[in-house]
């Protein structure tokens, strides 16, 4: 049976236009876009009049049931989604952790977990250790299973990070594949000792896991791997940017033309350390997550940086423990697993954040939060567009109603929120995810297992410019060779 939805008279927004026009879908695809659509028979109605109509939001980073330091986030796939839908987002790209090594089996388990789906995802994959058989499976992932981006890790150190030479022949594997290397950017071997200092000084709080990593050792590693991509000559994406100390380094490489895209996540935007590391324990463990909460002032540098183009989209990094989990760092903060809540707020304060306070335009709202996620790993316009021919992801967005956030309210699973109580104007009134309405007058209707594995392709578009640049490289390593040659 066909299932036929009209969107009247909103103003539809993407990246580069608004208008003001009606949405047409039918089984899942928007039909048409376009001023006064005349309404169909058995169609479902929704009034949009002096609202936005916008592409659901695309949360780029996030870990749902995830196994990480001893535990597993408390969000699965169907109560993170479920999160994701009552805030707006309606696709989201989660990090796939191999099983025992292995890329394959890591695909497969997460194959399982998201069989719950509620709404549209897409894998990165996480690179945990490095070895041949990695390197091998690393193609595998890209050639038949739909992944294009492999994150590597140069911070956990005795766990997940690497060390240089390794990341190099990781950032040559990518760039071999047409896939996007990712970079986790602190310095582990630092953060380390930082954390040795702490512990021998006697703070053992949250506030010791802040003070063991500052924005120093991210600038550092961001800097180092920036010049290891460049060495490589492959793009690079760094996740969680939170420091003005690495959006800097961005900054300059991107301005003498490198291919370096830049992530900040919400937690980074809108929160400061100032008042953070409250006494009560739980109170300031459920902010630890890594790279950690910055000092006042890189907030509003990380949101001027976006507003700029220097920074290109904002995600989540969705990686929520309980209390009870958090409570496993009560004598040790390195024992606290790291994460914080973002998939249901994200939507909502980036609006506040970058809209309401009038640092960027609602276009440029749209293209942060969902259409440069999409193109940059490159299944745009299918997501991220509202456009005849796209998967029927959409929002009904009132500029004039309000939000307020609380665990109390959340849909999340977690029993805390780091943005409780904040209150902000703009609310995601209507969601809309493969044709279906799931989320109207705060009322969420979810159906597990109707969401699909979107399959993301090599990246072909970024990698345009890099061949030329290779061939010329090589070209340039001919004379020297000749200078040194044998005279016998
Ligand atoms: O604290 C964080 N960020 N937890 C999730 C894992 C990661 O490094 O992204
Ligand atoms: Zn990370
Ligand atoms: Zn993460």
Same mark, same amino acid.
């Given at each position: 049976?066909?299932?036929?939805?009209?969107?009247?008279?909103?103003?539809?927004?993407?990246?580069?236009?608004?208008?003001?026009?009606?949405?047409?879908?039918?089984?899942?695809?928007?039909?048409?876009?376009?001023?006064?659509?005349?309404?169909?028979?058995?169609?479902?109605?929704?009034?949009?009049?002096?609202?936005?109509?916008?592409?659901?939001?695309?949360?780029?980073?996030?870990?749902?049931?995830?196994?990480?330091?001893?535990? #597993?986030?408390?969000?699965?796939?169907?109560?993170?989604?479920?999160?994701?839908?009552?805030?707006?987002?309606?696709?989201?790209?989660?990090?796939?952790?191999?099983?025992?090594?292995?890329?394959?089996?890591?695909?497969?388990?997460?194959?399982?977990?998201?069989?719950?789906?509620?709404?549209?995802?897409?894998?990165?994959?996480?690179?945990?250790?490095?070895?041949?058989?990695?390197?091998? #499976?690393? #193609?595998?992932?890209?050639?038949?299973?739909?992944?294009?981006?492999?994150?590597?890790?140069?911070?956990?150190?005795?766990?997940?990070?690497?060390?240089?030479?390794?990341?190099?022949?990781?950032?040559?594997?990518?760039?071999?594949?047409?896939?996007?290397?990712?970079?986790?950017?602190?310095?582990?071997?630092?953060?380390?000792?930082?954390?040795?200092?702490?512990?021998?000084?006697?703070?053992?709080?949250?506030?010791?896991?802040?003070?063991?990593?500052?924005?120093?050792?991210?600038?550092?590693?961001?800097?180092?791997?920036?010049?290891?991509?460049?060495?490589?000559?492959?793009?690079?994406?760094?996740?969680?940017? =939170?420091?003005?100390?690495?959006?800097? #380094?961005?900054?300059?490489?991107?301005?003498?033309?490198?291919?370096?895209?830049?992530?900040?996540?919400?937690?980074?935007?809108?929160?400061?350390?100032?008042?953070?590391?409250?006494?009560?324990?739980?109170?300031?463990?459920?902010?630890?997550?890594?790279?950690?909460?910055?000092?006042?002032?890189?907030?509003?540098?990380?949101?001027?940086?976006?507003?700029?183009?220097?920074?290109?989209?904002?995600?989540?990094?969705?990686?929520?423990?309980?209390?009870?989990?958090?409570?496993?760092?009560?004598?040790?903060?390195?024992?606290?697993?790291?994460?914080?809540?973002?998939?249901?707020?994200?939507?909502?304060?980036?609006?506040?954040? =970058?809209?309401?306070?009038?640092?960027?335009?609602?276009?440029?709202?749209?293209?942060?939060?969902?259409?440069?996620?999409?193109?940059?790993?490159?299944?745009?316009?299918?997501?991220?567009?509202?456009?005849?021919?796209?998967?029927?992801?959409?929002?009904?967005?009132?500029?004039?109603?309000?939000?307020?956030?609380?665990?109390?309210?959340?849909?999340?699973?977690?029993?805390?929120?780091?943005?409780?109580?904040?209150?902000?104007?703009?609310?995601?009134?209507?969601?809309?995810?493969?044709?279906?309405?799931?989320?109207?007058?705060?009322?969420?209707?979810?159906?597990?297992?109707?969401?699909?594995?979107?399959?993301?392709?090599?990246?072909?578009?970024?990698?345009?410019?890099?061949?030329?640049?290779?061939?010329?490289?090589?070209?340039?390593?001919?004379?020297?060779?000749?200078?040194?040659?044998?005279?016998?």
């Amino acid at each position: 049976s066909s299932s036929k939805l009209l969107i009247k008279g909103g103003t539809v927004v993407n990246a580069h236009h608004q208008q003001i026009a009606d949405v047409y879908v039918e089984d899942g695809i928007i039909v048409a876009v376009q001023p006064n659509i005349k309404v169909p028979d058995d169609v479902t109605l929704l009034d949009a009049t002096g609202k936005y109509v916008m592409p659901g939001g695309i949360d780029p980073h996030t870990h749902l049931a995830m196994e990480f330091m001893g535990t #597993e986030t408390i969000d699965d796939y169907f109560s993170g989604q479920a999160a994701a839908l009552a805030g707006g987002t309606t696709m989201h790209i989660d990090f796939v952790i191999p099983v025992n090594g292995s890329l394959v089996a890591g695909f497969e388990a997460y194959e399982k977990k998201a069989k719950k789906s509620c709404m549209d995802y897409g894998f990165h994959m996480a690179i945990t250790k490095w070895d041949e058989s990695v390197s091998r #499976e690393m #193609e595998i992932m890209v050639k038949e299973k739909g992944i294009n981006s492999f994150k590597f890790f140069m911070a956990y150190k005795g766990s997940l990070m690497i060390n240089d030479e390794l990341l190099l022949q990781g950032f040559e594997r990518c760039k071999s594949l047409g896939a996007l290397a990712m970079v986790h950017a602190e310095n582990g071997d630092a953060v380390f000792e930082g954390q040795k200092r702490m512990i021998e000084l006697g703070i053992t709080g949250p506030e010791g896991h802040a003070l063991s990593r500052p924005a120093v050792l991210e600038g550092e590693a961001t800097a180092r791997a920036i010049r290891l991509a460049k060495f490589v000559n492959t793009p690079l994406y760094v996740v969680h940017v =939170m420091s003005i100390d690495a959006m800097e #380094e961005i900054a300059k490489a991107r301005k003498s033309g490198q291919k370096v895209i830049g992530e900040p996540v919400v937690s980074g935007l809108v929160l400061n350390d100032s008042g953070l590391w409250d006494p009560e324990f739980i109170t300031a463990a459920k902010y630890v997550m890594s790279p950690p909460i910055r000092e006042a002032g890189h907030d509003k540098a990380l949101q001027a940086a976006l507003s700029t183009g220097v920074l290109q989209l904002v995600g989540t990094d969705h990686c929520v423990f309980n209390s009870t989990q958090k409570a496993f760092g009560i004598d040790d903060f390195r024992k606290i697993p790291n994460g914080v809540n973002g998939i249901e707020e994200r939507m909502h304060l980036v609006w506040d954040t =970058m809209v309401e306070s009038g640092q960027i335009s609602v276009t440029d709202y749209v293209r942060i939060t969902s259409t440069e996620c999409a193109r940059i790993f490159n299944i745009y316009p299918r997501k991220g567009a509202i456009l005849a021919g796209s998967d029927a992801d959409i929002i009904i967005f009132n500029p004039n109603s309000s939000f307020e956030i609380s665990a109390s309210s959340h849909h999340s699973r977690t029993d805390t929120n780091i943005y409780e109580g904040r209150k902000g104007k703009g609310k995601v009134e209507v969601t809309i995810v493969g044709g279906r309405v799931v989320w109207k007058d705060d009322e969420l209707k979810v159906v597990p297992g109707c969401g699909k594995y979107i399959e993301m392709p090599p990246l072909s578009y970024l990698f345009n410019g890099i061949d030329k640049a290779d061939a010329k490289y090589r070209s340039s390593l001919k004379a020297p060779v000749k200078r040194f040659k044998s005279t016998s």
